[in-house]
C-alpha cells in the first residue's frame, strides 16, 4: 500500500479526526493529503503517503510517554537531520552490481541514488547533494578520476565523501587519492568494510567534514 486515508490511519492509531488535522495542519507533523474523486464516484478522498502512518504512531506514542508538542517536533527534525545525512550516491557502469550496492546500503537505512556515467554522476551530486559517494573510476567517457577533480573544484560538492573503487590495476592507490578521492577498494570490493568506512564518516564530528 503506497498511500492512505485519514479513515485508514484512525482505524490503527486511536486519536480524533480533529487531532489529525491539528498534527496536518498546525504542527505539519506530515503534508496535506493530495485529494481525488472517491473511486465509487461518492465524493472527494484525501490521500496520504503510507509512511503517515508510522508517523501518527510515532506521535500518539511520543505524547502517550508525556512528550510535549516542542519536544514532539525537536525529536522528528532530528531525525530528519540524521536521515538527510545518510544519502550515498553510487556510481558504475555496471547496472548489476550498481543496482546491488543500491539495495545493500538502503537495507542498512541509506537514501540511495544510482548513475551509470561520469557525466550522470556529476549532475547528479549536485542535485542530490550525497553525504558519501561510492565511485567506479573505470566509467565510460568522463572517468573516475576527472569526476573527482570536478567534484573538488565546486563549492556545492567539495565535501562528498568520495569512495573509489576500480578493478582496473591501471589506477593506483596514490593516484586515485591524488585526484581527490577519500578512499579506495579494490574490486572485489568488501561489503562489510564499505559500509564499516561509511558509517565512520558519518560519525565524523561536522567541522572536520
Same mark, same amino acid.
Given at each position: 500500500?503506497?498511500?492512505?486515508?485519514?479513515?485508514?490511519?484512525?482505524?490503527?492509531?486511536?486519536? +480524533? @479526526?480533529? +487531532? $489529525?488535522?491539528?498534527?496536518?495542519?498546525?504542527? @505539519? !507533523?506530515?503534508?496535506?493529503?493530495?485529494?481525488?474523486?472517491? #473511486?465509487?464516484?461518492?465524493?472527494?478522498?484525501?490521500?496520504?503517503?503510507?509512511?503517515?502512518?508510522?508517523?501518527? =504512531?510515532?506521535?500518539?506514542? $511520543?505524547? =502517550? %510517554?508525556?512528550?510535549?508538542?516542542?519536544?514532539? =517536533?525537536?525529536?522528528?527534525?532530528?531525525?530528519?537531520?540524521?536521515?538527510?545525512?545518510?544519502?550515498? $550516491?553510487?556510481?558504475?557502469?555496471?547496472?548489476? !552490481?550498481?543496482?546491488?550496492?543500491?539495495?545493500? !546500503?538502503?537495507? /542498512?537505512? !541509506? *537514501?540511495?541514488?544510482? &548513475?551509470?556515467?561520469?557525466?550522470? &554522476?556529476?549532475?547528479?551530486?549536485?542535485?542530490?547533494?550525497?553525504?558519501?559517494? *561510492?565511485?567506479? *573510476? +573505470?566509467?565510460?567517457?568522463?572517468?573516475?578520476?576527472?569526476?573527482?577533480?570536478?567534484?573538488?573544484?565546486?563549492? %556545492? +560538492?567539495?565535501?562528498? =565523501?568520495? *569512495?573509489?573503487?576500480?578493478?582496473?590495476? @591501471?589506477?593506483?592507490?596514490?593516484?586515485?587519492?591524488?585526484?581527490? &578521492?577519500?578512499?579506495?577498494?579494490?574490486? #572485489?570490493? /568488501?561489503?562489510?568494510?564499505?559500509?564499516?568506512?561509511?558509517?565512520?564518516?558519518?560519525?565524523?564530528?561536522?567541522?572536520?567534514?
Amino acid at each position: 500500500m503506497s498511500r492512505i486515508t485519514a479513515a485508514d490511519i484512525l482505524k490503527v492509531v486511536p486519536i +480524533t @479526526r480533529k +487531532t $489529525l488535522w491539528l498534527w496536518q495542519k498546525k504542527y @505539519r !507533523f506530515f503534508p496535506d493529503p493530495v485529494k481525488e474523486g472517491h #473511486p465509487g464516484g461518492k465524493g472527494i478522498v484525501g490521500y496520504y503517503p503510507a509512511w503517515v502512518e508510522e508517523r501518527c =504512531k510515532q506521535v500518539y506514542a $511520543l505524547q =502517550k %510517554k508525556g512528550y510535549t508538542i516542542s519536544m514532539i =517536533k525537536e525529536i522528528l527534525e532530528k531525525e530528519e537531520k540524521e536521515k538527510s545525512s545518510r544519502k550515498v $550516491l553510487v556510481v558504475d557502469d555496471e547496472r548489476k !552490481f550498481c543496482d546491488l550496492l543500491k539495495k545493500i !546500503f538502503q537495507k /542498512n537505512d !541509506f *537514501i540511495v541514488e544510482t &548513475a551509470y556515467d561520469g557525466w550522470e &554522476a556529476g549532475k547528479k551530486a549536485a542535485q542530490f547533494q550525497p553525504t558519501i559517494m *561510492i565511485l567506479d *573510476i +573505470t566509467l565510460p567517457g568522463i572517468n573516475g578520476l576527472e569526476v573527482c577533480k570536478d567534484l573538488r573544484s565546486d563549492d %556545492k +560538492t567539495k565535501n562528498i =565523501k568520495i *569512495i573509489a573503487i576500480s578493478g582496473d590495476l @591501471r589506477y593506483t592507490e596514490t593516484e586515485v587519492l591524488g585526484a581527490g &578521492a577519500n578512499s579506495f577498494f579494490a574490486k #572485489p570490493v /568488501n561489503f562489510e568494510n564499505l559500509l564499516s568506512l561509511c558509517s565512520e564518516f558519518l560519525e565524523e564530528p561536522e567541522t572536520l567534514k
